[in-house]
């Protein structure tokens, strides 16, 4: 059992002591072996990432930044931030120059760590132009090429010697500070505290039946929330060995799901599509898989019925949000079909409800705006209060942005959003930065880009082009004119439809949802 009152790195020495030798973390990937640590090791690398933190004079309640990949030292340097009473700010690998300034300056970070490069990218050319645009920005410490010996020398230091509980932060202090895109057009900094990820875990936990002896799996990136908190934090909460994946790669997954006895998973669709399909490829049966948590984006109903049979596991959807965690899921032992045909139901603690535009609940089987009441509230917008007031109810309510109706059993089922975000894969893309960088092309005169839906991903961009009178913008030129503005490539559009007009209202306010409905029969 999850005792929520603990903090993580305390939580991670206690298993050290307990369990020295038995395995905490595993990274597989294509192209190599796979990485091992022990709780032991897990600890002492903690600790001695912790000494080099403080010779870089990290405070309590700083955000550290890390641009890393699913790897072992991203377990090993979160541990070791909240070992100072740092803030662990996680940033997607995807991100180039553009989210990486908005975001280093957002939060005013002192420190950067980043691998040497990944999938062929110099990740450190890229974070000493960070160092040069970020007035913040003071040190950059880079994987493979000079953090052993900055640890080294640290270490060696006579602050090296300082406990690690000097910095104990209180519960209720921020532990995390991640960045998601959103209908505003930049990308807004949720602040989380141990608390609420912590509260997060043990509801999440009870309702799934997690303990000690599951092994959880992380294909997700740990830098996203589903992989940071429902794959790390769940793990080490839980003194579980978990399993992280680099790249993703279906073979090496259900290799790695055979080979370490993987029972749990919580990750997007298509990481489950692809599964499923190499299973019935003759890839074999995970024969421990017990549950498999489908999140990010709506599981097509289809795919988790075959999913049920393939993988002979329980298979089902569940709803969250990086502002609340988790708030539904379905219900293992219930009737399977609830699993598919509804988005969950409230977890423990959990309050759901369904109201019309004026704030008034409305009746079950009714479609209305979704908003929930959690003791796993994110604390608010980094420096933007603004936007945190207009997520957040008078009674304390956050509203999720989603349409939705509950049906007469308390079961949630998502209708539709009323943010404009496109959900590819479970990865939001902001629609309304993109449309301006496309506005601002010579060859557009307009533009909006929709949800298309997609098998594998759930949804894709498509981006509607009203082009200038004599030009005629060609997907090439779209992606290279993205490209040299530095988007990270998920956000590119993956089809370019041009058109004469934009559908309007009266008052001159695009109809996406006729756009849509133009993409369903693409």
Known sequence: MVDPSELIFTKVAAVARQRPGAVAVVSVGPGHAPQTLTWRELYEGAV??????????????????YQLQNRVEFVTLSVAITMVGAVCEPLMPIFRERELQFMLDRSHARVLFVPASFKRYDHHALAQTMRGRCPALEHVVTFDLDYDELVAHAVAAPAGAATATESTPPLDAIAQLLFTSGSTGE?????????????????????????????IYSPSPLAHQTGFLYGMWLALLLGAKQVIQDTWDPQVALTAM?????????????????????????????????LFVATGAAIPRELARDARSVLEAEVGGAWGSTESCLGTAFVPGQDPELAWQSDGHALDGI???????????????????????????????LERADLTAE???????????DLARLDADGYLHITGRVKDVINRGGEKVPVAEIEQLLFAHPAVRDVAIVAMPDPRLGERACAFVVPEDGAALKFGEMQQYLEQQRV???????????????????????????????????
């Open 48 to 65: 001695r990432t912790a000494a080099l933190l403080r010779s870089l004079d990290v405070q309590p309640g700083e955000p550290v930044a």
């Open 187 to 215: 990308p807004k900094g949720v602040l989380n505290s141990h608390r609420a990820l912590n509260q997060a875990i043990a509801i999440h936990s009870t309702h799934f039946g997690l303990t000690a002896d599951d092994v």
């Open 258 to 290: 055979h080979e370490q006895g993987i029972t749990f998973v919580q990750a997007a669709t298509p990481f489950l599509a692809d599964l499923v399909r190499n299973v019935q490829q003759g890839g074999g049966v995970p024969a421990a898989l017990r």
């Open 351 to 381: 309050t759901v409800r369904i109201v019309d535009d004026d704030g008034r609940p409305l009746p079950a089987g009714t479609e209305g705006n979704f908003e929930l009441l959690s003791p796993t509230m994110f604390e608010g917008y």
């Open 391 to 401: 997520v957040m109810t008078a009674d304390g309510y956050y509203r999720t942005g």
């Open 488 to 522: 990270a490539k998920p956000y590119w559009p993956e089809r370019l439809e041009l058109v004469d007009a934009l559908p309007q209202t009266p008052s001159g306010k695009t109809q996406k949802f006729l756009l849509r409905e133009l993409t369903a029969k693409f």
